[in-house]
């Protein structure tokens, strides 16, 4: 709290001209971006559907971080001002945090179980990149007026595999689908020819013509795709100017050391060569010890005009089907993992070599949690600025699911930002906003209203008591919602008011390429 009493002491006043206010006025533009954007005497009478109150508002797009008062209108922030505002709902928010709704664009977890735990954890926006989804108009129908926060996916490149090379159906609606991972080795572990590599291309432009925001391709579940393979998909992304999220490949014969810095430069490159822009999903579970130079190779290459960027979760544990291909022969040796760092979900125990052979046999689609990830690679990748933050949240089902769908974010600000002082919370909320929106408003420009707190931008706002904001999700008992959060609003609805969800409210909003 003397972070925040030595900061209203010295806030900023901020005013625009009154020129400047007129002009907004008369045009009726509402433009993100205008940091440090105030009320006019004539807006400083109006009453606001709601008003935030008294918080400290930090919007890491501008700059902002002063105590003031939020004005929304219609869905939008349509006012901030250091003098007082008239609303019709008035929100207190006096010491705590007023931010920009976080955005998970890597989580598995898009029913409402799920989704209620992300509200719960400060996520206004969650979307499922990695693994992406098909059929893409299906996903997007199925949720709309369903769900509690906004939501969004890539065209799965494992699902147009399978549709070519086998006769099987594959249903991606959001989940880490078994079907992708597990039922279908055919289409994940055979190389595929170069007519069948032109129609795996085809369904996936399929996909994003139907509004897929990129293609999300699992290269670890997919031995069988060929390095020409993966560079034609990106060839394919650049054309049509979409991102490609990947889990980076790991079943390589070769034991040398490095391995992961080898498997990150093939696609760094392939994105080089192309123009595509590259997410290299959750740099900590797959680059392990290699973790800090996969980074610093991202940052050179980023500094040098390739568009590459990465993420990454807060924790030493990953996550994935027992039946998947993460299982094939060599596994140990390629995580540095045994039999007892294998954790079953659906009982909470530690495998052997005998439990592990019966439940990859009889339940290949159960999850598991491996724990794995050296806490030198979390700490890098937390404090790096380069490093967004995404969940890689699972469907929240078994009793003892991984706890990264709950807590993710909470665990951000109160372990590594307030407990351990790894990151400052400034740049802890840039890597959970703005960076996530500014990866993907170019392709979906409806993103380049989300992420900030400024006038124009779509009111989507967490208010949380930095004092306090804890993620209660364990390894023991994940089914445990995070604290410390007064207010979540979505699109201007209050969804969270101390911990409990607002009933029958559904304003989460498809975010599909190029709509606005």
């Known amino acids: 709290m003397t972070e925040f009493s030595a900061f209203r002491s010295h806030r900023l006043r901020i005013r625009i001209t009154t020129a400047v206010a007129a002009l907004a006025c008369s045009t009726a533009l509402l433009l993100p971006g205008m940091a440090g954007a105030q009320t006019s005497a004539d807006d400083a009478n109006a009453t606001y559907d709601i008003v935030i109150q008294g918080g400290r508002v930090i919007d890491p797009a501008s700059g902002r971080d002063e105590v003031a008062n939020v004005g929304i209108n219609d869905g939008t922030v349509a006012a901030i001002a250091t003098t007082p505002l008239n609303g019709r709902q008035v929100l207190d928010a006096t010491g705590q945090v007023v931010a920009p709704g976080f955005i998970d664009y890597h989580a598995h977890g898009q029913d409402p179980k799920s989704q209620s735990f992300q509200l719960l954890d ?43 090379l086998t006769d099987e159906e594959c249903v991606m609606n959001g989940a880490l689908s078994s079907s992708a991972t597990t039922l279908a080795p055919a289409a994940l572990t055979t190389p595929a020819n170069e007519e069948q590599e032109d129609a795996i291309l085809a369904a996936v432009k399929r996909e994003i013509d139907a509004g897929a925001l990129g293609i999300g391709i699992g290269l670890e579940y997919a031995p069988g795709i060929g390095r020409r393979e993966i560079y034609r998909a990106f060839k394919t992304a650049a054309e049509a100017d979409v991102p490609v999220f990947v889990h980076v490949r790991m079943r390589e014969e070769s034991r040398a050391p490095g391995m992961p810095i080898a498997v990150a430069n093939e696609l760094i490159a392939d994105a080089a060569a192309t123009g595509a822009a590259l997410q290299l999903v959750h740099v900590t579970s797959t680059a392990l010890g290699d973790a800090p130079t996969v980074i610093e190779i991202m940052k050179g290459a980023a500094a040098n005009g390739v568009d590459v960027t990465t993420e990454a979760y807060p924790y030493e544990a990953g996550s994935t089907a027992l039946g998947s291909e993460f299982f ?6 390629r995580s540095n993992v045994t039999y007892g760092d294998v954790q079953w979900t659906a009982t909470g125990e530690r495998l052997t070599e005998e439990t592990f052979n019966k439940y990859r046999k009889e339940n290949p689609e159960g999850t598991v949690v491996i724990f794995m990830i050296p806490q030198e690679a979390i700490d890098a990748a937390m404090a790096d600025p380069f490093v967004s933050i995404a969940s890689d949240g699972m469907v929240m089902n078994d009793p003892k699911v991984h706890p990264r769908g709950a807590g993710s974010f909470s665990r951000v600000l109160g372990h590594f930002v307030r407990e351990r002082g790894v990151l400052d919370l400034n740049t802890a909320l840039a890597k959970m906003t703005i960076m996530p929106a500014r990866r993907l408003e170019k392709v979906a420009p409806a993103m380049a209203r989300k992420g900030r707190i400024d006038v124009g931008a779509d009111a989507d706002i967490v208010v949380f008591d930095p004092a306090t904001v804890t993620d209660n999700a364990t390894f023991e008992d994940p089914q445990q919602p995070s604290s410390g959060y007064r207010y979540v609003l979505v699109d201007g609805k209050v969804m969270v008011q101390n911990g409990e969800i607002t009933p029958n409210l559904f304003p989460g909003e498809g975010i599909k390429r190029g709509a606005q």
């Open 328 to 333: 094939s022969e060599g596994w140990q040796e």
């Open 122 to 164: 400060g996520v206004t926006t969650a979307m499922e990149m990695e693994s992406g989804v098909m059929p893409v108009a299906d996903y997007y129908a199925n949720k709309t007026g369903k769900a509690l926060i906004n939501f969004g996916a890539t065209a799965s490149f494992l699902c147009a595999r399978i549709e070519v």
